[in-house]
Structure formats: C-alpha cells, structure tokens
C-alpha cells in the first residue's frame, strides 16, 4: 500500500470517527470545495448540498461502518468507490432509521 493510499484511508476512518460524534466541522473540514458526491436515486451533489444536509442532521445519533471496495491512485488525483451501512436515530427514537 502506498503513502497516499494510506493516507485515504486514514481520511475515511477519521471521517467515519467524527459523523459518529457529531462533528460536522470535521467533515467538512475533510471535503475538498470541488468534491462531486454520486449516490444511489440521487443526481450528483457538491460541498454545499453536502453541507446543508449535515447541519441538518446534527441531532441524530450516528453508527455506521464504511467499507472502501476500491482506491485507486493515479499521480496527483484519485478516486474511491465505498459501501456505507449507516443507522440514524433521532432524539427520543425507539428504533434507528438505516441507510446502506
């Protein structure tokens, strides 16, 4: 594994670590401006949209695992594809809303 890969995979664990306790400013703090995110349903979204949706979710308590199905870099750019497995729940929840 090269110095680079291990260094995104560090991204992602820390990542991981502060959406679990609540730090939005961490994330963003890890999101380049240009980041382009492609989810599932959805038509690809920015920082921003990112952004709004986090600060909207500041209330929820976060478990998940995020699993890196491929890492791939080329020179001065890369890419990853992941699998995340979320569960989300809201102040005073029975029951946790879960997202994979």
Not at 12 to 38: C, H, K, N, P, Q
Not at 51 to 66: F, H, I, P, Q
Request: hydrophobic share 45%; aromatic share 6%.
């Amino acid at each position: 594994m090269t110095d680079d890969e291990r260094a995104i995979r560090d991204l992602v664990a820390t990542w991981m670590d502060a959406s679990r306790a609540g730090d939005v400013e961490t994330v963003l703090g890890l999101i380049a401006d240009d980041v382009v995110f492609m989810v599932p349903g959805r038509e690809p979204f920015g920082k921003e949209v990112f952004s709004a949706a986090a600060r909207g979710m500041k209330d929820l308590r976060m478990e998940g695992t995020s699993e890196i199905r491929e890492l791939c870099v080329l020179g001065d750019w890369a890419y990853l594809s992941s699998h995340i497995d979320i569960s989300l729940t809201p102040p005073g929840a029975a029951a946790p809303l879960r997202r994979q």
